[in-house]
């Protein structure tokens, strides 16, 4: 089903690999075409309230075709592996941090702990940088599944360690 010139919106695909697009706050998506190098942007604010993950297809005006996977977070997430810990009711639970942005975490539990959304905890947890800065953050449980937790930061204000890594790292 088409949704605007070159770009289709197809349910059926399977899960495959595809290049992140990402929608800025005015709802429009920069395509960028591998084969030509040029580049669109497009209006994309019919996929802006859907949940679960859109996947589109591109038809550049070369005619190349790119599979992508709109991205309607506002900061870009990271996949990291770095070693922690969340603190609660003063005992430490091991975790490993697995993606990271400037507003939060996805947290792989090492160690069975109850959680609830909503819930206020600490997290403490080491950088891959040359320093290995030890963190310590604040942090608002927002989705809780089976081994894995989402939080989100009290603070989006970074003036520690934490803030240059952001930065310097992930720009």
């Not at 190349?64 to 309607?72: A, D, N, P, Q, T």
């Not at 996949?79 to 697995?98: F, P, S, T």
């Not at 449980?141 to 790292?169: A, C, M, N």
Request: proline share 2%.
């Amino acid at each position: 089903m088409p949704i605007a010139d070159g770009v289709i919106a197809d349910p059926r695909r399977k899960r495959t690999m595809g290049i992140k697009v990402f929608m800025d706050k005015n709802k429009m998506a920069t395509f960028s075409c591998p084969e030509c190098k040029k580049i669109r942007q497009m209006d994309v604010s019919q996929f802006y309230n859907i949940v679960k993950e859109v996947k589109l297809k591109y038809t550049c005006t070369c005619k190349h075709k790119i599979s992508v996977i709109l991205e309607r977070r506002q900061f870009f997430r990271e996949k990291v592996y770095l070693e922690g810990c969340i603190l609660k009711n003063l005992k430490k639970y091991a975790m490993m941090v697995v993606d990271i942005s400037r507003f939060g975490l996805k947290i792989e539990l090492i160690e069975k702990l109850e959680l609830k959304v909503g819930e206020k905890i600490h997290v403490e947890f080491i950088l891959d940088n040359l320093n290995r800065s030890k963190i310590y953050k604040g942090v608002i449980v927002r989705t809780v599944s089976s081994k894995e937790i989402g939080v989100q930061f009290e603070s989006s204000d970074h003036y520690d360690k934490f803030g240059p890594y952001l930065l310097f790292h992930f720009s």
